[in-house]
């Protein structure tokens, strides 16, 4: 297992226990003072807010990274200037145009996504201006990606976090949505600050400062294909968002939006360090190889550390479901933990999707990339529009799984087309345990009678995966690293 992978992964998941307490807390301060309607509200807003911030950013994102990776390897200082003055300047001025465009047409924006008449326009208005806030904030947390600081983008994503905490508990009694929407614009400009100091810490002024005499438009058409293929995912990505919570909302109201929400973002949560790691350290890497056979060593590493760690994560999210609920929002929320027996399944497809597929991106096979994302969503909308009038939300919670499952299988004949890439035996070794035990875990905790034969069930799957784990020698040095690194702290 790669040294850097791993210190990656313990460094982003110290930042992401930090930023779970934090959710937890917004969260539950959310459903006290805005209940199910107003989370559902809140969530379609945010999801708004990331996809004008991509549009706005142009979907620069992983071409910064891929090109500050390529000449932070090269020792190209002036390669690394000319990059982040180019981008910085262009999209920060793109930035600015497009929200104010979006706050003129707050109104139809509002009735496009809430089918409201556009009465919530002041709501959109008001995220609307944060934009180039964020937008800026991506640029430098590319910077620091590219250049792979893990320490300085935890510290400054767990400093944003703390913060957003202190402002949610200030302004969400007081003001309610409106406060839950300042406090989300406060997270952003911490996010900037800091990224930017850390950034300047990292590679000093003279490389971070924008300067208007080093941009250079041939910086921004290499980040062309990057950009176009990023806009696609995410117009195509919020649409199917957006437009499932209409559906939802048409169909089932409100309160059951607020539900398919919260079920939406705690199967998320426990892939948050996860997916720092991969933007912070594996994508990053992925760039930098020169070699199939180096990058197809990158991903079989990767995808089976991935394996040891995530389906134990998502085996105790499934069985603890609706403690879970009732711990992180209120009892009102315990429904959404049922959706969670297929949800998780499906992530656990996601993530090897995404890991494997990050290859495609790494080497510039666009279309490949794409195509498979174009496939999720075809196949995720078709099956709601089927069930979602007689199955309601569990409709849509299978519908996500058998689209990530058909995403998933697209991937693995892709990647092998075009790098002829293998499961080493120790991938493949470290997949099937993993499927395994979140699938055993998933239909023993939904046929179980009570609470407490659910974990106990699941606590059996956990020994025998853990069992069949030890007898890997990677995954027995990783963890009696873990337990040495334990006994230090304790």
């Known amino acids: ?40 509200i ?17 979907g620069f994102f992983n071409g910064i990274v891929h090109h500050i990776s390529r000449s932070h390897g090269d020792s190209d200082t002036a390669g690394i200037r000319r990059q982040i003055s180019s981008s910085v300047l262009f999209l920060q001025i793109f930035a600015l145009g497009a929200a104010a465009i979006a706050v003129v047409f707050s109104a139809e924006i509002s009735a496009a996504i809430f089918a409201d008449g556009g009465s919530r326009a002041h709501y959109v208005a008001l995220i609307m201006v944060s934009v180039p806030i964020g937008v800026a904030a991506q640029n430098y947390r590319g910077v620091l990606s590219g ?107 409100l309160d059951q939006n607020g539900i398919f929400a919260t079920a939406w973002r705690v199967s998320a949560v426990y892939f948050t360090a996860l997916y720092a790691a991969v933007g912070g ?64 399944p499906g992530d656990l ?5 995404e890991t494997l597929g990050l290859a495609l991106l790494a080497r510039r096979r666009f279309l490949f990339y794409g195509s498979c994302y174009l496939v999720f969503a075809g196949v995720y909308l078709g099956l709601i529009r089927l069930l979602l009038p007689e199955h309601g939300l569990m409709g849509i919670a299978a519908a996500y799984l058998v689209a990530q499952t058909v995403q998933a299988a697209l991937v693995v004949v892709l990647v092998r087309r075009a790098f002829g890439f293998r499961l080493d035996a120790a991938c493949g070794g470290a997949l099937w345990r993993g499927f395994a035990l979140v699938a055993a875990v998933s239909v023993a905790t939904g046929l179980a009678a009570s609470g407490p034969v659910a974990w106990a069930l699941a606590a059996l799957c956990l020994a025998a995966w853990l069992r069949l784990s030890w007898r890997d020698p990677t995954f027995r040095s990783l963890a009696l690293a873990g337990l040495q690194r334990l006994r230090r702290w304790g």
């Open 281 to 344: 350290f594996y994508f990053p890497t992925l760039s930098a190889t020169r070699s199939d056979a180096d990058l197809i060593e990158q991903m079989n590493r990767a995808l089976a550390f991935f394996m040891f760690l995530v389906p134990p994560v998502a085996a105790l999210l499934i069985a603890g479901g609706p403690l879970l609920m009732t711990v992180l929002f209120s009892a009102e929320f315990v429904p959404a933990a049922a959706l969670l027996l297929l949800m998780l």
């Open 147 to 253: 250049v792979r600081a893990v320490g300085a983008q935890a510290r400054a994503q767990m400093t944003a976090d703390l913060s957003s905490v202190a402002l949610s508990a200030l302004l969400v009694p007081l003001l309610g949505l409106t406060g839950a929407i300042a406090t989300f614009i406060g997270l952003q400009t911490v996010l900037l600050a800091m990224n930017f100091l850390m950034s300047v810490r990292t590679l000093g002024s003279a490389v971070v400062l924008p300067r208007p005499g080093e941009f250079r438009w041939a910086e921004i058409r290499r980040n062309a294909g990057f950009s176009s293929i990023a806009l696609l995912l995410t117009a195509l990505s919020t649409f199917m968002v957006v437009l499932v919570g209409r559906w939802i909302l048409q169909s089932l109201g």
């Open 42 to 58: 809140l969530n379609q807003l945010t999801q708004l807010w990331m996809f004008s911030a991509t549009v706005a950013g142009l």
């Open 1 to 40: 297992m790669t040294p850097g992978l791993t210190r990656a992964f313990v460094i982003f998941t110290g930042a992401s226990i930090v930023g779970l307490a934090c959710q937890i807390t917004k969260g539950k301060i959310a459903a006290i003072f805005l209940g199910p309607a107003g989370v559902g």
């Open 349 to 353: 497809f996601r993530i090897s999707a």
